[in-house]
């Protein structure tokens, strides 16, 4: 393997010598309500599994190296770069990220954007995470802004892993989005799919109060124009918000604002119905018979809609993945982000997504462009 | 040459085929009369220490003992490790739980990597199968133990420094051996850690002779347990710092440039091994020091001024005619920026060696060995 001219630029910035196909994860080590035990334990099972990857374990050097050498893991593919302090998951971004400049986030953050990592990990605060991202990393071109995804289980299954879980996007990386910003976003989503998921065409929805395609906002409306007369994207068209469980979409394309309502009703309803049986154990014997019968397919379904399988959700649209783990995370939900950072990175999704963007944007320009703000809401 | 009479073949027949099969012992000869004794002495396992080998099923096994020599793989670093100590001279002695039948194959690839040893002691299973003797087919102690205890009577070194794994008892046996070699462990609680190995009778007597017999000498300063299970450290914490266990033999090679064992130089070339190997690259020969460092096994300090020495011995040639790597600057600074990113460490990780429990711990070995069994691995 020669010395080429860009791995001399890349040591002539410092970095250590990497092969094309050896990838290195940072993950922040402090970040999550079962930090740092269960990212440590997530970090050292990846390391174990992921021969082509290398871990970059951001926070206290002395908390986590006391945790590693508690677990099975291969000491030459985890390593760790000490960040003295780390932001709670309740704090206020800005002011966080202001007041603690070498939290673990801003430092992991800062080694992918100087190029001493390739793809971060993070289960900690959100808002902190996205916006010390947002500092740091530039935007992929064609990008105009970033869209944070989120998984969601539905009754039916897609691509090649038979993957229960639909992608929604955005889910509050930003508040409104124009019809420009949803037709990345559905770009974005529909390339993360395709890699993740190993969904060759999955079927890209915005969502909007009716399925007609002049039904919703102008952006909605100008939005379902535009990806309309796209041929890459599987567009299928508006869907209402009762068909994001049934699965009717694979990515389902909306505002900031919206996605977040729309994800945070969607795991309100989760947890009422999980309430509900609770009272319903203990309420009456009969209803408790009930439950036990249907213990089993209950066990099923909780497998089939294992979020910790899924590990994590992307913040797509920078130059670098981003995985945004669960909050509540465990060792195996974080060795699952991992595993989906190192794909993201061997499907080269940043480069597919700025490729996609590159060929909208050519098009944009051959056509004279539908007019954007022409469709008024029902 | 005279050619040998029939009935002279004849009488050597029986001997040549129980040498071809295995059936004899092979007993160290030791040293020549009048030769001074080995500065240092360094034992060495085989199977999963030196040699990628798999024996957890049948399969394994059936694969491991068809394998030709040129089949068999060497962990990266150990060959260059090995021979790096060769050339200071010290004496290589090979004890390994493989069958004697394997001697052929195992010798031909230790040619095949011109690793140069003064002792080859292999397993006699044959005889124990051939004895009835069921027990000691598995066991480790009973084994390994009088092998080493022999070796050392033969040719008592001032120092020595072991190599197993965490694939089985290693760790024990090698520290029961550097503690019965330094006197610290009286024949009565031998006698205990015999029965709790379940040695048989004969067995555990010739044991206690050669413990009895053995130079004293508190030689054995640095075991290395290769970590091929990718087992927690931490499980070896019990055993002092004496012991280090190793991810993989650029480790090694650290802990013993700090011991003064090896040179800069010599180090480098472990280091070259690894990553002509493929399996390695500069990145994890960096995060590898670090997580010595972490671990306490080398301190900054030593890292660093190993570095530095590199760096010297680059300049004076150790690296000609390596086009694939970048200059040694860059790496030697790539080096040190992973030390400096460390941050932290727990002064709390290595403890000082309190006096083992040997019983427990040959007990919660066969525990363990029972729960890998019923779990298939």
């Known amino acids: ?378 | 040459m005279k050619p040998r009479s029939l009935i002279g073949r004849m009488t050597t027949l029986p001997s040549r085929v129980g040498q071809k099969i295995g059936l004899f012992d092979y007993i160290p000869e030791g040293l020549p009369p009048g030769a001074p004794p080995p500065r240092h002495t360094f034992r060495w396992d085989l199977d999963k220490t030196y040699l990628r080998t798999e024996f957890d099923s049948l399969a394994d096994l059936a694969k491991s003992a068809i394998e030709t020599a040129a089949d068999k793989q060497a962990y990266p670093g150990a060959t260059a490790l090995l021979r790096a100590l060769r050339q200071d001279g010290h004496r290589i002695c090979i004890v390994s739980g493989s069958p004697t039948q394997m001697r052929q194959v195992l010798a031909a690839k230790l040619a095949l990597d011109g690793v140069d040893y003064d002792e080859f002691v292999l397993k006699n299973n044959l005889k124990n199968l051939l004895r009835g003797r069921f027990r000691a087919l598995r066991a480790q102690i009973p084994y390994k133990l009088p092998a080493m205890l022999q070796s050392r009577i033969g040719a008592p070194a001032d120092a020595e420094t072991l190599f197993g794994d965490d694939a089985e008892a290693d760790a024990i046996i090698y520290c029961l051996y550097a503690d019965i070699v330094a006197g610290r462990v009286s024949l009565t609680d031998l006698e205990r850690v015999l029965i709790a190995s379940r040695a048989y009778d004969d067995d555990a007597a010739r044991i206690l002779d050669l413990a009895r017999r053995v130079p004293k000498h508190d030689a054995v300063n640095r075991l290395f347990i290769h970590l091929d299970r990718r087992s927690a450290p931490v499980g070896f914490k019990h055993y002092g710092p004496r012991l280090v266990p190793v991810f993989n033999y650029f480790q090694a090679a650290l802990v013993l440039y700090g011991d003064h064992v090896l040179s800069a130089r010599q180090v480098i070339f472990v280091a070259l091994e690894m990553l002509d190997s493929k399996q390695y690259e500069l990145g994890h020969l960096a995060t590898s020091v670090q997580d010595v460092i972490r671990r306490g096994r080398i301190a900054r300090e030593t890292a660093l001024q190993l570095v530095a020495e590199a760096q010297e011995a680059a300049r004076s040639g150790a690296l000609s005619g390596r086009t694939d790597l970048p200059p040694f600057e860059q790496i030697s600074e790539a080096f040190r920026a992973r030390v400096r990113e460390l941050g932290p460490i727990d002064p709390g990780l290595i403890e000082p060696t309190a006096p083992l429990d040997y019983v427990r711990l040959v007990d919660e070995e066969h525990e363990h060995r029972r729960t890998r069994r019923k779990h298939g691995h």
């Open chain 1, 1 to 378: 393997m020669g010395w080429d001219r860009s791995r001399r630029r890349a040591f002539a910035a410092g970095f250590v010598w990497q092969d094309d196909s050896m990838h290195r994860i940072v993950v922040d080590a402090m970040g999550g309500d079962h930090a740092p035990d269960e990212i440590v334990q997530g970090a050292a099972e990846a390391s174990l599994a992921l021969p082509s990857a290398e871990i970059i374990l951001v926070g206290d050097a002395a908390a986590l190296g006391r945790l590693l050498p508690q677990m099975r893991h291969d000491g030459a593919r985890v390593r760790v770069h000490h960040a003295p302090a780390f932001i709670e998951m309740d704090e206020k971004p800005a002011e966080a990220l202001a007041g603690k400049p070498e939290c673990s986030i801003a430092v992991a953050a800062d080694l992918v954007a100087r190029g001493d990592g390739d793809a971060l990990v993070s289960a900690g605060n959100t808002g902190a995470s996205v916006l010390a991202c947002a500092r740091r990393w530039t935007l992929l071109p064609g990008v105009r802004r970033a869209a944070l995804a989120a998984v969601y289980p539905t009754e039916l299954r897609r691509g090649e892993k038979d993957d229960p879980f639909s992608l929604i996007l955005d889910v509050g990386a930003t508040i409104d989005a124009t019809a420009d910003d949803l037709v990345g976003f559905a770009v974005m989503g529909s390339a993360y799919a395709k890699l993740v998921s190993q969904n060759r065409r999955p079927r890209v929805a915005l969502l909007s109060n009716g399925t007609e395609a002049g039904k919703g906002p102008p952006a909605v409306v100008a939005a379902n124009a535009a990806l309309v007369e796209t041929t890459e994207l599987n567009f299928i068209g508006n869907i209402e918000g009762l068909d994001i469980p049934r699965g009717v979409a694979d990515v389902v394309v909306t505002s900031g604002f919206v996605g977040n309502v729309v994800l945070k009703m969607l795991e309100g309803v989760s947890d009422t119905v999980v309430r509900l049986a609770r009272y319903a154990h203990k309420e009456r014997l009969a209803w408790r018979l009930g439950l036990i019968a249907l213990s089993s397919a209950i066990d099923q379904l909780k497998s089939i809609t294992d979020w910790q399988q899924y590990g994590g959700a992307p913040l797509l649209g920078f130059s670098h993945p981003f995985i945004k783990a669960h909050g509540r995370s465990n060792a195996r939900a974080i060795t699952n982000a991992i595993k989906v950072a190192q794909k993201s990175l061997a499907g080269n999704l940043c480069g597919n997504i700025a490729r996609s963007m590159a060929e909208l944007e050519e098009r944009a320009h051959r056509r004279p462009r539908a007019a954007s703000e022409s469709g008024a809401g029902s």
